[in-house]
T-cell receptor
């Protein structure tokens, strides 16, 4: 059990560029969650998957954000045409179906949009 | 909207003292969890308490749950500098499979 892995750890980009983050969950965890966190705030729910199916997407998430989980394994979160307001820590978490409430978080990807 | 809200927002204590953090939530729940986050890192699950439990212990942690008041508390006894972190409660959102976190309590323990 190597834990939830997120890459890259840090990303600096210019406004208007596209960025993609990757999350590798704990093996055999069916559920995968994406959260966003800004300084001084708690994690904000973005979306989650059960296996390859995206079951819910936050209404706060604009159309510039898209997430995928092909084959129910790793997941990617893409942000198109980044804006300065997208600067945040993007956290991924995974959990099994049974006992799903105990989320295992990765260390996050810190995005800075200049 | 936030399902769980922590109080106080910030807490500073000396090593050896106890730290108490409170959480209030809005809807009925089956369980409630507490997480910890060190600066710049992901969250770590601390403890889960079920709706039919009133109190639960894990090491220096003690969690209580009062479903009639829709509130929970986390007590850290004999605090250490290493306990410095943000603490979040996370009741599941009613009828969904997701956790909504509040703004947390930022605990600072001075040596």
């Amino acid at each position: 059990d190597t834990g939830v892995s997120q890459n890259p750890r840090h990303k600096i980009t210019k406004r208007g560029q596209n960025v993609t983050f990757r999350c590798d969950p704990i093996s055999e965890h069916n559920r995968l969650y994406w959260y966003r966190q800004t300084l001084g705030q708690g994690p904000e729910f973005l979306t989650y998957f059960q296996n390859e199916a995206q079951l819910e997407k936050s209404r706060l998430l604009s159309d510039r954000f898209s997430a995928e989980r092909p084959k129910g394994s790793f997941s990617t979160l893409e942000i198109q045409r980044t804006e300065q307001g997208d600067s945040a820590m993007y956290l991924c978490a995974s959990s099994p179906d049974r006992g799903w409430e105990k989320l295992f978080f990765g260390s996050g990807t810190q995005l800075s949009v200049l | 909207s936030q399902q769980g809200e922590e109080d106080p927002q910030a807490l500073s204590i000396q090593e050896g003292e106890n730290a108490t953090m409170n959480c209030s939530y809005k809807t009925s729940i089956n369980n409630l969890q507490w997480y910890r986050q060190n600066s710049g890192r992901g969250l770590v699950h601390l403890i889960l308490i079920r709706s039919n439990e009133r109190e639960k212990h894990s090491g220096r942690l003690r969690v209580t749950l009062d479903t009639s008041k829709k509130s929970s508390s986390l007590l850290i006894t004999a605090s250490r500098a290493a306990d410095t972190a943000s603490y979040f409660c996370a009741p599941p959102v009613d009828n969904t499979d997701k956790l909504i976190f509040g703004t947390g309590t930022r605990l600072q323990v001075f040596p």
